[in-house]
């Protein structure tokens, strides 16, 4: 016990850091599809692929027959996902943070079959699969 007081600032920083180190798995919403996944998911074509980046983003590349709607414009825009409320969705952004927002929103709004992409466009792009303009 003599130990532990002695070095409670140790034990502290200790504490911190292992509390930094597992707030980002904490934080994670929603189901998550690798890319292998999501291209194995896009080919079967019972998928829908939802981009919540901006109209501009969007604009400068996608993925090949995506769906924009901003995340800003989600809520508002989400009877436009009725007609695929039987299908998986996949919803991307650049990095995989925003669409994981998104995904916490559409399960809220009752889609069952809701996941982001892990890694969004850039590790798509990374990859070198096909991105439409």
């Known amino acids: 016990m003599k130990f532990i007081i002695d070095n409670i ?20 919403r929603g189901r998550k599809v690798t890319l292998l996944e999501a291209t194995q998911r896009i080919n079967q074509g019972k998928t829908v692929v939802l981009d919540v980046r901006s109209a501009e983003d969007f604009a400068n590349g996608h ?17 436009e996902l009725e007609k695929s409320r039987a299908k998986t969705i996949i919803v991307v952004c650049q990095s995989g943070v925003m669409s994981a927002k998104a995904s916490a929103q559409l399960d809220k709004a009752g889609f069952k079959d809701v996941y982001s992409l892990t890694g969004g ?8 699969l096909p991105v439409a303009k």
């Open 121 to 128: 466009l850039t590790a798509w792009q990374g990859q070198g």
């Open 9 to 28: 600032w140790l034990f502290a920083v200790l504490l911190v850091s292992g509390g930094a180190l597992l707030w980002p798995h904490l934080q994670t």
């Open 63 to 79: 993925i090949r027959g995506a769906l924009n709607i901003p995340l800003q414009d989600l809520p508002k825009r989400v009877g």
